[in-house]
Nanobody, 125 residues
Framework: QAHVVESGGGTVRPGGSLRLSCLAS????????IGWFRQAPGKEREGIAC????????QYEDSVKGRFTISRDNAKNTVYLQMNNLKPEDTAVFYC??????????????????WGQGTQVTVSS
């Protein structure tokens, strides 16, 4: 089964951009739907973007629509989250996760089985 590692977090000013990467540390990602999630201090983990196994279906949480883009490069065994026009309320630890069961994707935390350790994103002036 695939295990994943996130990278690309950091500190940016409001309006800035970051690209997060979700890389398989073991196994491959191209057989699975992948989700991106975030957890802000004192809040529950929430799904913000996901991509289906073959990449034909993507979903986004309303607050990130038009600003974030999820994509996958199966040749590089990596899923990306491009984040533009970042806002202070985007500050959180971001996680990627693997859904081993379904071809489609969802934003439900409970449908994902393998999680990375997270990468911190801070948006501050």
């Amino acid at each position: 089964q695939a295990h994943v590692v996130e990278s690309g977090g950091g500190t940016v000013r409001p309006g800035g951009s970051l690209r997060l990467s979700c890389l398989a540390s073991r196994g491959t990602l191209d057989d699975y739907a992948i989700g991106w999630f975030r957890q802000a201090p004192g809040k529950e983990r929430e799904g913000i973007a996901c991509i289906s196994r073959r990449g034909g279906d993507t979903q986004y949480e309303d607050s990130v629509k038009g600003r974030f883009t999820i994509s996958r490069d199966n040749a590089k065994n990596t899923v990306y989250l491009q984040m533009n026009n970042l806002k202070p309320e985007d500050t959180a630890v971001f996680y990627c996760a693997v859904d081993f069961l379904r071809d489609w994707c969802s934003l439900y935390v409970y449908e994902y089985e393998s999680w990375g350790q997270g990468t911190q994103v801070t948006v501050s002036s």
